[in-house]
């Protein structure tokens, strides 16, 4: 029997909603704030979308936390 093995690639978890929340910010509050779209604030907190990594230090520089307190790179198997 042939099996596929599926690749699962590198990603960036974050917890930028509850870093918003804890804020009582709105996710407009938030893009505004860092100048992108509530859309792109609405697919990270998914992690649908992994930042770039200007943006991944402005959130934190927002928020007055390291990088890494928010995001957290994912290595994928292969």
Do not use: C, W
Not at 21 to 49: C, H, P, W
Not at 51 to 74: G, K
């Amino acid at each position: 029997m042939l099996t596929l093995k599926k690749e699962v690639e590198d990603y960036v978890e974050n917890k930028v909603y509850e870093y918003r929340v804890l804020k009582r910010m709105t996710q407009k509050d938030l893009a505004d704030a860092v100048g992108v779209s509530k859309q792109t604030i609405f697919v990270m907190e998914k992690n649908n979308y992994s930042p770039s990594l200007i943006l991944a230090f402005r959130i934190a520089d927002f928020f007055d936390v390291d990088v890494n307190d928010i995001f957290t790179y994912v290595k994928g198997s292969d």
